[in-house]
């Protein structure tokens, strides 16, 4: 794994330093959001709107450490119960959304890089109507029907210079962590679909975002490194980089089009121990306070029933997956483990089982 890290370095650092300079309006293909706004959403992002805590608004806004959003769920739920009716949470009052109360945020790291802008965070999330001891799940312009989780869920970001609505974007988010990436460039190896793959939902947020989660107590903003796309690792032979990919596991069923029920295995047999390459943040700067100052009330953190997700299958029929349900937090601040039955093995040779190319499209 030494050997793939340090290629790894090199190989993302031309990468981006291929990137021409793009004004606001000329981005790669696969980019910018060819849709409208949601029918929930303002017609674009907006500063200053009226508090309403019980918004239905799905627009979320990734600016900087201390405004930005999330989605969570309307009411007491489950991320896996919910995961297609979650509104956006923001720290201002903008996009119509309702408004995360002071207090609930305990960390922030704010990530800006040449292919995305990320954001690690924790907090009670609970307040923001994530059942207690919910491990959560993964939110995805996609979803089962294509309409994406939520439905009509859309991004925005303007580190770019302006807003633009994001095409390709993925949230993991539990009752006390959340990592969310929005994918901002693209080039002829790493496109914005790769770098926001979608169908690694129970992996969590340290294998899917990779970089330092050991930040809760701290509100900064970084630069970063640009890791791999999500499950990819470099194989280097004859001096040519290629790369191997790594396919989630699981099996299931669906209904055809005849009503019959169909069965399909999808994925790796073997999952990766850990990741290729794991970013370096630079340049951090702290910032003291996220607080708005609004006087939104909070709820009791133990109210609303506990439990977690068994999976976040939002189409018809069943999977069976190698883990209990998609993570997104984990035991401590440092966020190296994660409540899942996964299991993990030595190397990252993969053997492919892939099939029912069909259920892959169903299903994601």
Same mark, same amino acid.
């Given at each position: ?5 340090? &290629? ?12 021409? /300079? ?15 706004? +949601?029918?929930? %959403? ?21 600016? =900087? ?24 949470? *923001? ?5 119509? /959304? ?8 305990? @960390? ?27 491990? +959560? ?5 996609? @979803? ?16 770019? +210079? ?16 959340? *990592?969310?990436? /929005? *994918? ?12 926001c793959e979608h169908k690694l939902d129970e992996m969590g947020c340290t294998f899917v975002m990779p970089g330092n989660?050991g930040f809760n107590g701290t509100f900064e903003t970084c630069d970063a490194d640009v890791a791999y796309p999500p ?6 032979? @004859?001096?040519?980089?290629?790369? =191997?990919?790594?396919?989630? $596991? ?6 055809? %089009?005849?009503?019959?029920?169909? &069965? ?19 340049? *951090? ?14 709820? &009791? ?18 999977? =069976?997956?190698?883990?209990?349900? &998609? ?16 299991? $993990?093995?030595? @190397? ?9 190319? /069909? ?6």
């Amino acid at each position: 794994m030494q050997r793939f890290a340090s &290629s790894a370095a090199l190989a993302l650092a031309i990468a981006a330093s291929s990137v021409s /300079a793009q004004s606001a309006t000329t981005f790669p293909e696969g980019v910018i959001a060819s849709g409208t706004m +949601g029918t929930t %959403n303002p017609a674009q992002p907006t500063l200053g709107t009226t508090v309403n805590q019980t918004s239905d608004a799905r627009l979320l806004t990734l600016n =900087s450490v201390d405004d930005w959003c999330i989605f969570a769920p309307p009411e007491n739920n489950t991320i896996g119960e919910s995961e297609a009716i979650e509104v956006a949470w *923001c720290t201002k009052a903008r996009n119509n /959304a309702r408004v995360i109360p002071d207090g609930v945020i305990t @960390g922030v790291s704010f990530l800006k890089t040449d292919f995305y802008v990320q954001i690690f965070g924790y907090g009670d999330l609970t307040q923001l109507n994530i059942a207690p001891g919910d491990f +959560g799940g993964e939110l995805d312009p996609h @979803g089962a029907t294509g309409a994406g989780n939520p439905v009509g869920g859309n991004v925005t970001t303007n580190v770019t +210079g302006a807003d633009i609505n994001i095409a390709e974007w993925m949230q993991f988010i539990s009752y006390s962590q959340f *990592c969310i990436r /929005a *994918c901002t460039n693209a080039n002829s190896s790493y496109s914005a679909a790769s770098m926001c793959e979608h169908k690694l939902d129970e992996m969590g947020c340290t294998f899917v975002m990779p970089g330092n989660y050991g930040f809760n107590g701290t509100f900064e903003t970084c630069d970063a490194d640009v890791a791999y796309p999500p499950g990819w690792y470099p194989v280097v032979a @004859g001096g040519t980089t290629s790369y =191997s990919t790594f396919a989630q $596991y699981f099996t299931g069923t669906y209904t055809d %089009n005849s009503g019959a029920t169909v &069965s399909y295995t999808v994925g790796d047999t073997v999952t990766p121990s850990t990741v290729a390459f794991t970013p370096a943040s630079s340049n *951090c700067q702290t910032t003291a306070t996220i607080s708005n100052g609004l006087a939104v009330v909070t709820r &009791s953190s133990s109210s609303g029933s506990s439990g977690s997700s068994n999976g976040s299958s939002g189409g018809s029929g069943s999977s =069976s997956r190698t883990a209990s349900g &998609s993570s997104a937090s984990s035991t401590g601040n440092a966020a190296v483990s994660f409540k899942s039955s996964t299991t $993990y093995h030595d @190397g990252v040779t993969l053997v492919a089982l892939i099939s029912g190319i /069909a259920a892959i499209i169903l299903l994601h």
